[in-house]
């Protein structure tokens, strides 16, 4: 007997299927529900359970009644219909009588339409921004000039203070281009004292002569009478809106050379991930107040946008610079050898790429940052959560529990779920691998 | 490595060494930390030289290269590319930067970018070249490393090699005056290497400033006008390739040719 080393193929094989069990149903089932004896009882064990849970929702859900004003009213409806004394229903009567206040807060009634025009124009002008392949390039225009349409809308008052602030831009771009025979960081500041001071002192006085002229505006509302889920859409979307660029500049200056910058954000970043975000509320809510100069009157609403901006941005400062370490140093040297200078190789090179790496943090946070608009009713504002207090307090609704609660959850959910099947979609969509 | 070294047939009737200095590093040095790791480096680089760098690893032979285009800073004695003077002025370095090609040994391309995008990114943002011209440009010399048809791929959907000559293409975009390959096939399957020595080759024979830090003497034979030996951070030897190769005057030469072609 020899031992056969020397072997030369005779035919080569062509490809063949896959064994096909995963493509019929039972197989399916045997590979994913029933593939051992422990898995196949847990598969039973969790059938039962859901059946259980899902069965008790369906008998609560069946005896609902859209009708009562009140209570007790509700209960009597559900006891006449005669399911026996126990038998509970649901009383979706709580949202009928108070989903408009859940909604608005106390926002006048005549001006519904404002933020109802508000919060539909956010979707055209997030369009480009969430989906760039598919829309047309122009509509960018449009998503720039969101961010100061929807405060108007909102607040009220004359078109002049948005367009002056809008202005400030122009101010900023012409005072940088007029000053270039200057050194960089002169220019800087130039320009920045020069717009500062237009909004602050110019933008009243544009104000004052043009609505003189042409009064053009909507009735203001004050921040106060602002409530329910409007409220906190609108410093969800704010606060979103403002922390990615902002957390953005955080992790590029804490990975900066420049050691006075560098300390700056690495303080900032650690100072607030280090505080509650209901501290940071009651300073903007309480504190503040005793800093400012007296008679100062500034937008409740306002600072507590800026007070959840911070903290969010902090939080995104950090999960972005995860994203910047991931990459590696090839990319910065590609970019710097072929001539980009800081700014162009992190928008074209550096910030796609890391911010691709980052999605999922970065949509955790804003996630976070939503629910945590809640908090507000800690300061007394009347979102969602606030709202129920009253509502609860009410003798008519004094009580009800599942029905309220379970609504501003599914309200809550829609827009989380949302936003993390869009993350997903986005992930899938910059996957270039292969 | 005891491969054969191949020998590849190259046109010089369009190698032209000039008397115009190219490169010019006068007495560098150059530390990492504490660590001494370009010694008194002195080279001169005419224009249309083809010129290859060996050295064991940690000679300090990519550092050398990467300080021609300043992604090394050198601390001591003064680098003069193409009449500019590299120095801690931003100004200078983005000019050296600009008419200075540089192919790295993983290739670097930006994944997120299509192939094209890729090749157009620099014209257009750093040259302010317009849109159209800049991709015309771009699948002229994708013709030229013969992938055309990739050019709307993403680069991780190309083998190693197209991506290496994607990188070249790239880095040619800009229309440097000099390039510098940093081991540019050390990443690469063996199958690979020869399809980007072979683009090499082609831009060696147009007449291309070169610098290649590279283990394939075969290339060094065939293109090469110089070949410098490093160690220790130190240029240890250099001699035009014939006599490099048959007749290595120090002995740390020896050594080295010895253990890498495996006599």
Redesign the interface.
């Known amino acids: 007997m020899t031992k056969q080393v020397a072997y030369v193929r005779k035919e080569i094989l062509g490809p063949k299927p896959p064994p096909n069990a995963q493509d019929r149903l039972i197989g399916w089932l045997r590979e994913n529900l029933f593939y051992s004896i422990p898995s196949s009882i847990s598969t039973l064990l969790t059938v039962v359970v859901l059946g259980w849970l899902l069965l008790g929702l369906f008998n609560w859900l069946s005896v609902s009644t859209w009708a009562a004003e009140s209570l007790n009213d509700c209960r009597s409806i559900i006891a006449e219909l005669n399911r026996g004394p126990d038998e509970s229903g649901a009383c979706w009567g709580v949202i009928r009588d108070r989903g408009i206040q859940l909604t608005f807060g106390f926002y006048p009634s005549e001006g519904y339409w404002r933020p109802i025009l508000a919060f539909t124009l956010l979707l055209p002008a997030l369009a480009p921004i969430l989906f760039a392949d598919k829309t047309p390039r122009r509509m960018i225009l449009f998503s720039a000039l969101y961010p100061f349409l929807m405060p108007w809308l909102l607040w009220g008052g004359t078109i002049w203070v948005p367009l002056g602030v809008m202005a400030g831009f122009a101010v900023l771009y012409y005072s940088f281009r007029f000053t270039a025979s200057l050194n960089n960081l002169v220019r800087y500041a130039i320009s920045l004292a020069v717009t500062l001071a237009w909004w602050m002192f110019g933008v009243p006085v544009f104000d004052s002569v043009l609505s003189a002229l042409a009064p053009i505006g909507l009735a203001p509302v004050e921040s106060r009478m602002f409530g329910g889920f409007m409220l906190s859409l609108t410093i969800g979307v704010v606060a979103i809106g403002a922390s990615l660029p902002l957390g953005i500049l955080l992790a590029l200056g804490r990975q900066s050379d420049l050691i006075l910058i560098k300390a700056l954000c690495v303080g900032f970043i650690e100072f607030i991930r280090g505080v509650p975000l209901i501290t940071l509320l009651f300073v903007a809510s309480t504190l503040l107040n005793i800093f400012l100069p007296p008679g100062t009157e500034f937008d409740i609403i306002m600072r507590v946008m800026i007070m959840v901006t911070l903290f969010a941005s902090a939080y995104m400062a950090e999960v972005i610079r995860g994203g910047l370490a991931a990459l590696?140093r090839?990319?910065y040297?590609?970019a710097?050898?072929?001539?980009?200078?800081y700014w162009?190789a992190q928008r074209?090179?550096i910030m796609?790429?890391a911010l691709?790496i980052s999605i999922p943090g970065i949509v955790s946070i804003f996630i976070a940052m939503f629910k945590d608009t809640t908090l507000v009713s800690v300061i007394g504002l009347l979102d969602p959560l606030g709202l129920t207090t009253a509502i609860r307090a009410n003798q008519e609704w004094a009580g009800i529990v599942w029905e309220l609660y379970g609504f501003i959850a599914l309200m809550f959910v829609v827009v989380t779920y949302s936003m993390s099947r869009y993350s997903m979609y986005l992930e899938r969509k910059?996957y270039?691998?292969? | 490595m005891s491969q054969e070294v191949e020998d590849y047939e190259v046109d010089k009737s369009q190698m032209r060494v000039s008397d115009k200095k190219a490169i010019d590093i006068k007495g560098m040095h150059k530390w990492y930390g504490t660590f001494h790791v370009l010694r008194d480096i002195n080279l001169t680089v005419y224009e249309g030289e083809r010129i290859v760098i060996c050295g064991p690893s940690g000679s300090g032979k990519s550092t050398l290269i990467r300080c021609i285009?300043r992604?090394e800073e050198h601390q001591e004695g003064s680098i003069v590319v193409d009449n500019t003077e590299l120095s801690s002025d931003?100004k200078n370095v983005?000019k050296v930067?600009?008419e200075?090609?540089?192919v790295?040994q993983?290739f670097?391309?930006?994944?997120?970018l299509t192939v094209l995008e890729n090749l157009t990114?620099?014209p257009i943002?750093?040259r302010n070249t317009p849109q159209h011209e800049a991709e015309e440009l771009a699948r002229q010399y994708l013709q030229k490393v013969k992938i055309p048809e990739q050019a709307e791929k993403?680069?991780?959907?190309l083998s190693g090699g197209q991506q290496q000559r994607v990188a070249i293409a790239?880095?040619l975009c800009?229309q440097p005056r000099i390039m510098l390959f940093d081991e540019p096939t050390s990443a690469l399957d063996p199958e690979m290497i020869k399809e980007v020595l072979e683009t090499m080759i082609e831009l060696a024979e147009e007449g291309m400033t070169m610098l290649c830090v590279t283990h394939e003497m075969g290339f060094a034979r065939g293109v090469a006008n110089r070949v410098i030996f490093m160690d220790e951070g130190q240029i240890i030897e250099q001699n035009e390739p014939d006599e490099f190769f048959h007749n290595p005057q120090s002995d740390r030469t020896k050594l080295f040719l010895s253990q890498i072609l495996g006599h």
Not at chain 1, 336 to 341: F, K, R, Y
């Open positions: 590696p090839g990319q040297e590609a710097d050898a072929l001539g980009l200078d162009k074209m090179i796609p790429q691709k910059l270039h691998e292969h | 285009n992604l931003l983005d930067r600009s200075v090609g540089m790295f993983h670097n391309l930006f994944p997120h990114l620099a943002w750093v993403y680069p991780g959907q790239r880095a800009m």
